[in-house]
């Protein structure tokens, strides 16, 4: 008899909370966004812990987090922001294996640090996936659960685990390799493709100022508040392809900082692109929260991209299956 499929009843949806996995690369050239976790970083660890592959689906909470009830025993890891995660009551430690008990209940409840937490479980979240990938795009109705975020009384299925799935409980990151969340990073970039069309001044505003986040912030990109970054000329530029990290200057002088769900093409100067080893930093930022910039080279960006990669893999292996 074939074994019932598991399932999570989302009881409360929180904020903000989607299905994501590492996004569908490849489709921009048709208008499609590669959408996919904002901390692909910490949905990755997790997924790692459980012996998921990398890419595997799992849930991404916003700053308030839902209230979930599993309908069989799953082992699961919460990675990402500490939203203070509980089970039926007793805390659930961060960046480590947990086996959840049929019955069990998951809430969440102050903000300790970051903004976007991470539920991965073992065989990860299941689904009609479109282009590929489970990934949740609000703005055009894509992925995950009819393309929206979670609501009350939805039902997640969970696919089946790899047969060493059970051994990994208790499992957890050293914590010297947790990555430390701070409402203030500073975040670094390489030079843009029109760099040059921003003035000496604008460089060394946009390197010595602090920028903060304002509420006009979403999955899309960040609508960022600070000192003016004036262009030699124009704004605006013949559209062409944007990619996560790009940073917009549009005719109010005003940085945007595109984020996973940012568009595939932009026609605004682009004064630089953030790095992709610090793409966790700005991703667990919150409206009020506050970023510095600090341009490197492209060289160096590829080496510290390489480099963490490669101590990833060394304490934590990728699934060879």
């Known amino acids: ?134 990934a949740t795009h609000v703005r055009s109705g894509v992925g995950g659960l009819a393309g929206r975020a979670v609501k009350k009384w939805d039902q997640l299925s969970v696919g089946p685990a790899a047969p060493m799935a059970a051994q990994s409980i208790g499992r957890s990151l050293p914590e010297q390799f947790r990555p430390r969340y701070v409402a203030s990073p500073t975040v670094r970039v390489m030079p843009g493709p029109q760099f040059d069309y921003f003035t000496d001044d604008a460089i060394r505003l946009f390197t010595s100022s602090p920028y903060r986040v304002t509420t006009e912030s979403d999955r899309m990109g960040y609508r960022l508040e600070g000192a003016e970054l004036p262009h030699r000329t124009s704004a605006e530029i013949v559209s062409e392809a944007v990619c996560v990290g790009s940073l917009q200057v549009p005719s109010n002088r005003q940085p945007i900082l595109l984020m996973a769900d940012c568009q595939p093409t932009g026609g605004y100067a682009k004064l630089a692109t953030m790095i992709g080893a610090d793409r966790s930093r700005a991703a667990q930022l919150a409206p009020g929260d506050s970023l510095s910039f600090r341009i490197i080279s492209a060289q160096k960006a590829s080496e510290l991209f390489r480099s963490n990669h490669a101590e990833l893999d060394r304490i934590l292996p990728p699934c060879r299956s």
Do not use: C
């Open 1 to 134: 008899m074939p074994t019932k499929q598991p399932l999570i009843h989302v009881l409360h949806p929180g904020l903000f909370t989607t299905v994501q996995d590492l996004g569908r690369s490849g489709y921009q050239r048709f208008g499609v966004s590669v959408s996919g976790a904002m901390d692909s970083w910490a949905l990755m660890i997790g997924n790692r812990l459980l012996g998921n592959p990398d890419g595997a689906a799992g849930l991404e909470i916003t700053i308030q987090g839902p209230e979930l009830l599993f309908e069989q025993a799953l082992t699961i890891a919460i990675t990402g922001a500490d939203l203070s995660p509980t089970d039926n009551g007793l805390a659930i430690p961060m960046w480590t294996v947990v086996a959840m008990q049929a019955g069990s209940r998951i809430q969440f409840g102050m903000r300790r640090h970051g903004a976007r937490a991470y539920l991965t479980v073992a065989g990860g979240i299941s689904g009609p996936m479109t282009l590929g990938s489970l």
